[in-house]
Nanobody
């Protein structure tokens, strides 16, 4: 069974940085595209970033483009989200997601990702 475990969330001041990581198993990691979503209180889960299994395709939500960077380390079976210049509106629970074909379809909807982590809280104080 797929297991995605996020880490790295926390409290940071506006303008600061955080790095989230998502760990999974090797066999699972190598055959899945990876993504990050977030959900703020009272709002729907929204797409943040995604990367193909080979790491050659990435795309971002407009709201984070230029501030967030998704990356994957195939030797450690982890995907990371480097978040810079954080804003109060970035406050949310951040979820790691995976799917075999998400990036091929340039998927941005949560329904297009099959596997999910439990989430990690990111709070940005203004």
């Amino acid at each position: 069974q797929a297991q995605l475990v996020e880490s790295g969330g926390g409290l940071v001041q506006a303008g600061g940085s955080l790095r989230l990581s998502c760990a999974t198993s090797g066999s699972f990691f190598s055959v899945n595209d990876m993504g990050w979503f977030r959900q703020a209180p009272g709002k729907e889960r929204e797409f943040v970033a995604a990367m193909s299994r080979r790491g050659d395709i990435t795309y971002y939500a407009d709201s984070v483009k230029g501030r967030f960077t998704i990356s994957r380390d195939n030797t450690k079976n982890t995907v990371s989200l480097q978040m810079n210049t954080l804003k109060a509106e970035d406050t949310a629970v951040y979820y790691c997601a995976a799917d075999p074909t998400a990036v091929y379809n340039t998927a941005r909807s949560p329904t297009r990702f099959k596997y999910w982590g439990q989430g990690t809280q990111v709070t940005v104080s203004s």
